[in-house]
């Protein structure tokens, strides 16, 4: 017997390195008319690494000593940000003083007790703090310069501000310009992060609609409100933060080689070759599939 077209283009996807879920999704994703793309991991690499380390005057840490406090409370988080803290940490042989008591706020940092103090480490637009100043200069002389800014705070006090650097995906800009011809309309940006950094790197890839600062909540209110006007919205993401709008948008896709396992679950399909192109590539197959159906 021949294949029925849906499943043969099951089959197309996994060639392209795109793992579709059911027949449905591949249904679906050729009806999308609109692209909403998580930055951190997914239109970046994912893999960033720590470039200033900015301990604040009068915390009586050096380099060495934000970067171990940070890490510490970082360990146990699967966020690229949190990977990037413990990898610069172990590359310069620190030892890490034991933390308890970790809770993670998607969006938001990280936070535990270190020697009976409550460390956080995060989002400066998220986290707050007694008093701001110093750090505040090194945030917004970091995010300038399209760098990711990581407040730390021992006691609800500022220790210092860490800079992190991610690269664009080599094929980043090929596949918003194939979505963009695919959909008529640019991808949209979604990120959690400062909205800086975020216009500095969609700039680079042709992206202008940038939605900066958002909670996960906010990337589903986003897709929701798209939706309600009729729009048919397929999400591309890899964190945590993405679960939920993985799961309200019509299609969800999540980077598989460093998604995280909810991101994973949540999402209608992965992409398992780590190649952002498979994403237009899918999505015309699915058109073409369809003609085949109907
Ligand atoms: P994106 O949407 O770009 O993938 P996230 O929503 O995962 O970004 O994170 C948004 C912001 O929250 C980050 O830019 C960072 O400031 C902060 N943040 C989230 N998790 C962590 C963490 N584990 N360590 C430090 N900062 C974090
Ligand atoms: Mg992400």
């Known amino acids: 017997a021949t294949m ?16 579709a879920k059911s027949a449905v999704v591949m249904e679906r994703l050729g009806q999308v008319d609109i692209v909403a793309l998580d930055k ?20 009586g ?26 990898q610069a940490a172990r590359e310069r042989g620190l030892v890490l003083a034991e933390a308890t008591g970790f809770t993670s706020a998607p969006g938001a940092g990280v936070a535990a007790t270190i020697d009976g103090r409550t460390v956080q480490v995060g989002s400066p637009a998220r986290l707050t703090a ?9 945030v917004q002389a970091l995010e300038e310069q399209g760098r990711t800014a990581v407040l730390v705070l021992l006691d609800g006090v500022p220790a210092g501000v860490l800079g992190i650097a991610d690269r664009l995906r080599p094929d980043a800009k090929a596949t918003v310009a194939a979505l963009t011809a695919l959909t008529g309309r640019a991808p949209v940006l979604l990120t959690g992060d400062n909205e800086r950094a975020a216009r500095h790197l969609a700039a680079e890839v042709g992206i202008t609609d940038v939605r900066a600062g958002l909670l996960p909540q906010d990337k589903v209110a986003a897709v929701q409100g798209w939706e309600a006007e009729g729009r048919r919205v397929l999400v591309v993401g890899d964190g945590i933060n993405d679960a939920p709008a993985l799961a309200s948008a019509h299609t969800g896709i999540a980077m598989g080689k460093a998604g995280s396992d909810l991101a994973l679950e949540t999402a ?9 192109a498979t994403i237009p590539a899918v999505v015309a197959l699915s058109r073409r599939a369809r003609r085949l159906v109907v």
């Open 4 to 19: 029925p077209p849906l499943l043969s283009a099951i089959a197309n996807a996994g060639r392209h390195g795109v793992l």
């Open 268 to 276: 209608d399909a992965v992409v398992v070759r780590d190649e952002l």
């Open 61 to 86: 840490l050096g380099q060495g000593g934000l970067l171990a406090l940070a890490a510490a409370t970082e360990h146990p988080s699967e966020h690229p940000l949190a990977r990037a803290v413990v």
């Open 130 to 138: 007694t008093d701001h100043s110093e750090a505040g200069t090194a």
């Open 40 to 59: 951190t991991g997914t239109l970046t690499e994912g893999t960033p690494r720590v470039t200033d380390l900015c301990p604040q005057p009068g915390s």
